[in-house]
Structures are given as C-alpha cells and as structure tokens.
C-alpha cells in the first residue's frame, strides 16, 4: 500500500478516492502513507480523498468525473466499471480474478494490470506508469477509454 500511497502522491494530475476497506479485525492506523502524503495531497492541492471503510462504489463509478477504477476484478464491478465507461487497473488477488484482469486487457482491452495477488513486489514507479496508460496520457491509454 505504500507503493500505491507513492504513486499517488506522483501522479500530480490525477484527483483519487481511494476506499481502503481492510481484512476483517484489521485497523487501519495509517501507516501506508508516505511521508508528507496527508499534507501534500490533501491540504495542498485538495485532489485526493482517503475512505477507510465503506463507499458506494456504484455511486462513484457512475460520476461523471471518473477517470479509472483500480479494482481486484470481480466481475461485478468490472460491469458497473464498463457500464459506466470507465477504464480499469486490475489488481487481482484470489481465483478467477485473475482470468478476469488477463481477459480484459489482452482480449478486450479496457484494463492494464497493476499487479497480481496479495504479496505483489510491484514499485511505485510501475503503479504510476499504468495509471498514466489508463488515464489517457499516451495513444494506448486513449485506445484504453475509446474501448470503454
């Protein structure tokens, strides 16, 4: 999670929400910000919102204002995630989400896979690459929300 609280903190165009809803008898203290992230993402340039529980994902996906979804691809958000015309990052962690992100950025082409599973090395640098992609910073990345 800091790898992602990080890219986030690069990604100086890009305004977040990110839900962050622990494991069951986990808390969250926090601890996966960066150093300086509350203060200059959110008191700075006000473009991110952290919620540690519960959001309507429904609700958000179908705002007008929503760039991408970084989702571990179960197939029901995928489809909310489409309906309403927003690209993906996929990040699957257990069972046929992992088919699911493969399927959707190789055959369909509406997703580019941040990672795979709970114990992913992936490197900030990495994370902030694809959401540029998704994001439509490059010609993939505007084939990407042509698709969606």
Known sequence: MMELAIALDKANRV??????????GFVINMEFRAEGFVQRVFEDQNRGLIVPKWAPQVE?????????FLTHC?????LE???NGV??????????????AKFLEQDV?????VARGN????????????IEVVMGINEKGNEIRRKT
């Open 60 to 68: 958000i996906l179908a705002h007008k204002s929503v760039g991408a």
């Open 15 to 24: 305004n977040f929400i990110w839900v962050v809803r622990p494991p069951l």
């Open 109 to 113: 082409g509406v997703c580019v896979e």
């Open 87 to 100: 690209p993906l990052l996929g990040w699957p962690i257990a069972a046929e989400q992992f088919y699911d």
């Open 74 to 78: 179960g197939w029901s958000l995928v």
């Open 119 to 130: 114990n992913s090395q992936v490197k900030h640098d990495d994370i902030l690459e694809k």
């Open 81 to 83: 995630s489409l309906e």
